[in-house]
């Protein structure tokens, strides 16, 4: 009974911890044309434009399991109150003193859980309108738009499923964009049946042993 009762206690682990939608994988091939490869990494203290620098394209997850209490804007439409979701930053900002651009193209960011949405708008309004509940929790972040610091023409992304796969071209400022899944937690039915099965078999084991 202690080995089945670590077993549901193992579930009930298993459970909890996949209620999230994380960054879960990055596949760069090329690296970016300062010869460094995407990362993921912590949330940085700030993600104000002077504050943090790279070479390459990095992610990090922000706020997860976020029960939306109204519908946000996304690029093309918007995801609907109510919705269990978990965010998310890309951003590649090359430092001030490093002259010319950073190009990075073709990188490729998994996650658990389906993309339902990307904030890439040029200044970056809808990162700000948000940031209230889905930054990362102890992150600074700008309290307003500035110009480009979104994508703009020469970047792109495509989506598919959980894969999202980002082209930037950067000077300064650096590009920024959140992206928005849904939170991977499992349904509360199909972890009651499960628990129930899993002692059900204890049950049974135990009669068996008497």
């Given amino acids: 009974m202690r080995n089945l009762l670590a077993t549901i206690l193992g579930v009930v682990t298993l459970y909890g911890t996949a209620a999230h939608g994380g960054i ?14 995407a990362s993921i990494i912590g949330a940085p203290r700030a993600v104000t434009n002077s504050n943090v620098t790279n070479l390459a394209q990095q992610g990090f997850n922000e706020a997860q399991n976020v029960l939306l ?4 804007n996304v690029d093309g439409g918007t995801i609907a109150a109510g919705t269990l979701v978990s965010s998310h930053m890309i951003f590649l900002n090359k430092p001030n003193a490093r002259s010319g651009r950073i190009i990075h193209f073709g990188v490729d960011w998994l996650f658990d ?17 948000s940031t209230d509940f889905l930054g990362a ?35 300064q400022p650096g590009d920024w964009i959140r992206v928005v899944t849904a939170a991977n937690v499992p349904e509360p039915g199909a972890l009651g049946i499960l628990l129930l099965g899993l002692l059900g078999l204890g049950i049974q084991r135990r009669a068996r042993l008497k």
């Fill in 113 to 129: 859980g389906t993309i339902l949405g990307v904030m890439s708008d040029g200044r970056g309004r809808r990162e700000v309108a």
């Fill in 69 to 72: 209490a109204g519908a946000i």
């Fill in 24 to 37: 879960i994988g990055v596949n760069d091939l090329t690296g970016s044309t300062a010869g460094v490869y």
């Fill in 137 to 171: 929790p102890g992150t600074i972040y700008p309290v307003s738009p500035f110009s480009a610091r979104g994508l703009e023409s020469n970047d792109s992304y495509f989506v598919s499923g959980n894969m999202l796969t980002v082209n930037m071209r950067v000077r």
